[in-house]
């Protein structure tokens, strides 16, 4: 599993960590920690949601871990639940 740890601002329109990651293994299962992210802004919510179905129907594991309950809270907001994309808070 690849671990990936999201900045506190996270542009997906820029060749960003996380979009290097997604394009280098897209074969592996990927962890990524929001815990420093201070915005889960929609362009972002979405690249992660395609990104989960995408290996989801290939059988690979994406995690998003970390959440704050704020965070947590904004992406239910935006309709997002567990079975599109596995979530993890922060301890």
Sequence with gaps: ?????????ISVTADTPLAAALRQHPD????ITATRLRRLEV???QMLLAAAADRRRR?????????????????AALGVTPA???MERAE
């Design 1 to 9: 599993m690849i671990n990936l740890d999201l900045p506190d601002r």
């Design 28 to 31: 592996r299962a990927l962890r």
């Design 43 to 45: 362009p972002l919510v």
């Design 59 to 75: 059988g690979i594991g994406l995690v998003l871990a970390g959440l704050t309950a704020a965070q947590a809270d904004r992406l």
């Design 84 to 86: 599109m994309l596995t």
